[in-house]
């Protein structure tokens, strides 16, 4: 089956790029009106010969001809060329405004706002086309899930406008922009209000350690996360699962593992209940989920700086992607599937992304990131889980399951994509290991009160 694997970005153009080639181009076009003039100067030339002495062979028409239509051609080229440039920088200033506030600063250090400006005065018609591309994007809210639905007739086409128009309408009333957008926005009014460690005891049980060892590629790491579907569920209320890896040079990574959502959604006793789904999607400072796994990673000896790659299904996604955003660890590498928001982790981080074209909450990601998710190695692997068109049945659970998803990393592995090499070789690393140490970590069977400490005593006050 088809894979679509990208960086995540809608655009990754460099206008700087185009300006270049554009410039090379405008340099063969100076060469080419250069060779007509001697052309022409030729052809009046030879008019000035006797019809006896003319030299037919040498008659310039022909190459004036295909001078005139490479110049011209060359010309349109480089116009083309200088308006997309313009209307890519245009478009990534409009992300970083959205993204950044009034305080946006373009890639050469100025004002985004100033910029932005500054090409529309010198540029109206790159512009207008940017602006039409912007609104073509917020118009396509999820357009792969509802193209998947092509077909489906009016009782699939009627379930795919009311859920994209409810989704279009809570980002709307929430005031968190497309995609992922307004999550910089966020993260900054989380800063100070999210800590690095749980600061807390947060109820959980713990398994006794086991040898482990280190997953042999993306596929068999993905079904490392606790679910109830295949060989790791243990059991049913493990959240989160943390494998300590001591390395050849005698440092300690760590990776954790984090489930999805879990009981129904009307159960709020469990830390990775329905409704932490919400705080987490709105960029809310407090998460049970992911105190939670700040939790089980001190348990299991992680310390602020050490590093701590993660891998997380739907509400989880949202928790390892949490971690390489707010926490105290060195976050380098991140594995989403079925994540309900994209988000761009920066230069430092390795983000892999599986998302299903059919799975309902991929569709949450809001048209997804507009800029490259991490790395220059970070992925987007994208398609759909199954092609069919089958009304409301289309909207298939099976689309948004971790064993799902593992096959989908497994076809990944299997393409022969280039791509799939350096997946490989961080596999191969964690292979390396002298001691892999796992641990689950499980929800409660009976949730007792948080301890409740007195701010007098915490202060030492006597």
């Given at each position: 089956?088809?894979?679509?694997v990208?960086?995540?970005?809608?655009v990754?153009?460099?206008p700087?790029?185009?300006?270049?080639v554009?410039?090379?181009?405008?340099?063969?076009?100076?060469?080419?009106g250069?060779a007509l003039?001697?052309i022409?100067q030729s052809?009046f030339?030879?008019?000035?010969l006797p019809?006896?002495?003319?030299?037919v062979?040498?008659?310039?028409g022909?190459a004036?001809d295909?001078c005139?239509?490479?110049?011209d051609?060359a010309a349109?080229?480089?116009?083309e060329?200088l308006?997309?440039?313009?209307?890519?920088?245009?478009i990534?200033?409009?992300?970083?405004?959205?993204?950044?506030?009034a305080?946006?600063?373009?890639p050469?250090?100025?004002?985004a706002?100033?910029r932005?400006d500054?090409?529309?005065?010198?540029n109206?018609?790159?512009?207008?086309r940017?602006d039409?591309l912007?609104?073509a994007?917020?118009v396509?809210l999820g357009r792969?899930l509802?193209?998947?639905?092509?077909g489906?007739?009016?009782?699939?086409?009627a379930?795919?406008?009311v859920?994209?128009?409810?989704?279009?309408?809570?980002r709307?009333?929430?005031g968190?922009?497309?995609?992922?957008?307004?999550e910089?926005?966020?993260?900054?009014?989380?800063?100070?209000?999210v800590?690095?460690?749980?600061?807390?005891f947060?109820?959980?049980?713990?398994?006794?350690?086991f040898r482990?060892?280190?997953?042999?590629?993306l596929a068999e790491?993905?079904?490392?996360?606790?679910?109830?579907?295949?060989l790791?569920?243990?059991d049913?209320n493990a959240r989160?699962?943390?494998?300590?890896?001591?390395?050849?040079?005698?440092?300690?990574r760590?990776?954790?593992?984090?489930?999805?959502?879990?009981e129904?959604?009307?159960d709020t006793?469990?830390?990775?209940n329905w409704g932490?789904?919400?705080?987490?999607?709105?960029?809310?400072?407090?998460?049970?989920?992911y105190?939670?796994?700040?939790?089980?990673?001190?348990?299991?000896g992680?310390?602020?700086g050490?590093?701590?790659d993660?891998t997380?299904?739907?509400?989880?996604a949202?928790?390892?992607q949490?971690?390489?955003?707010d926490?105290?660890?060195?976050v380098q590498?991140?594995?989403?599937?079925?994540a309900?928001?994209r988000?761009?982790?920066?230069?430092?981080?390795?983000?892999?992304?599986?998302?299903?074209e059919?799975?309902?909450?991929?569709?949450l990601?809001?048209?997804?990131s507009?800029?490259?998710?991490g790395?220059?190695?970070?992925?987007l692997?994208r398609?759909?889980?199954?092609?069919r068109d089958?009304g409301?049945?289309?909207?298939?659970?099976e689309?948004?399951r971790?064993g799902?998803?593992?096959e989908t990393?497994?076809i990944f592995?299997?393409?022969?994509?280039?791509r799939?090499?350096a997946?490989?070789?961080y596999?191969a690393r964690?292979?390396q290991a002298t001691?892999v140490?796992?641990t689950?970590?499980?929800?409660p069977?009976?949730?007792?009160?948080?301890?409740?400490t007195?701010?007098?005593l915490?202060?030492?006050?006597?």
């Amino acid at each position: 089956m088809t894979l679509d694997v990208t960086q995540g970005s809608i655009v990754a153009v460099d206008p700087e790029e185009l300006r270049i080639v554009a410039g090379r181009i405008r340099r063969a076009c100076d060469r080419v009106g250069r060779a007509l003039e001697h052309i022409e100067q030729s052809g009046f030339l030879q008019s000035q010969l006797p019809v006896e002495h003319a030299v037919v062979w040498a008659w310039p028409g022909l190459a004036a001809d295909r001078c005139r239509w490479f110049g011209d051609g060359a010309a349109e080229l480089v116009a083309e060329l200088l308006l997309a440039a313009d209307m890519y920088e245009t478009i990534e200033l409009r992300t970083l405004l959205e993204m950044h506030g009034a305080a946006a600063v373009a890639p050469g250090g100025a004002s985004a706002r100033d910029r932005l400006d500054e090409l529309r005065e010198s540029n109206p018609a790159a512009s207008a086309r940017a602006d039409r591309l912007w609104a073509a994007w917020r118009v396509m809210l999820g357009r792969d899930l509802a193209e998947h639905w092509s077909g489906a007739g009016l009782p699939g086409a009627a379930a795919m406008a009311v859920l994209l128009a409810a989704v279009s309408g809570l980002r709307r009333t929430l005031g968190m922009g497309a995609g992922s957008l307004g999550e910089p926005i966020r993260a900054k009014s989380r800063a100070g209000r999210v800590p690095g460690s749980s600061e807390g005891f947060v109820p959980m049980r713990e398994s006794r350690p086991f040898r482990g060892v280190a997953p042999t590629g993306l596929a068999e790491a993905i079904t490392r996360i606790p679910n109830s579907e295949g060989l790791w569920n243990l059991d049913d209320n493990a959240r989160v699962r943390v494998d300590a890896y001591t390395m050849p040079t005698g440092e300690t990574r760590y990776v954790v593992n984090i489930a999805g959502s879990s009981e129904m959604p009307w159960d709020t006793s469990d830390p990775f209940n329905w409704g932490n789904n919400l705080t987490l999607y709105t960029g809310g400072a407090d998460s049970e989920g992911y105190e939670f796994v700040l939790e089980a990673l001190e348990r299991a000896g992680a310390e602020p700086g050490d590093i701590v790659d993660a891998t997380g299904f739907s509400q989880g996604a949202m928790i390892a992607q949490r971690l390489a955003t707010d926490s105290d660890f060195t976050v380098q590498n991140v594995t989403t599937i079925g994540a309900p928001l994209r988000l761009p982790l920066g230069d430092d981080v390795t983000s892999i992304a599986l998302a299903h074209e059919d799975d309902p909450v991929v569709a949450l990601a809001d048209g997804g990131s507009p800029m490259r998710l991490g790395s220059d190695s970070s992925l987007l692997i994208r398609r759909p889980h199954e092609k069919r068109d089958t009304g409301l049945l289309e909207w298939d659970v099976e689309a948004h399951r971790v064993g799902s998803y593992a096959e989908t990393a497994r076809i990944f592995e299997e393409s022969g994509d280039s791509r799939a090499e350096a997946v490989r070789e961080y596999y191969a690393r964690l292979g390396q290991a002298t001691s892999v140490r796992s641990t689950f970590f499980s929800a409660p069977e009976e949730r007792p009160p948080r301890i409740a400490t007195d701010p007098l005593l915490d202060k030492g006050a006597p």
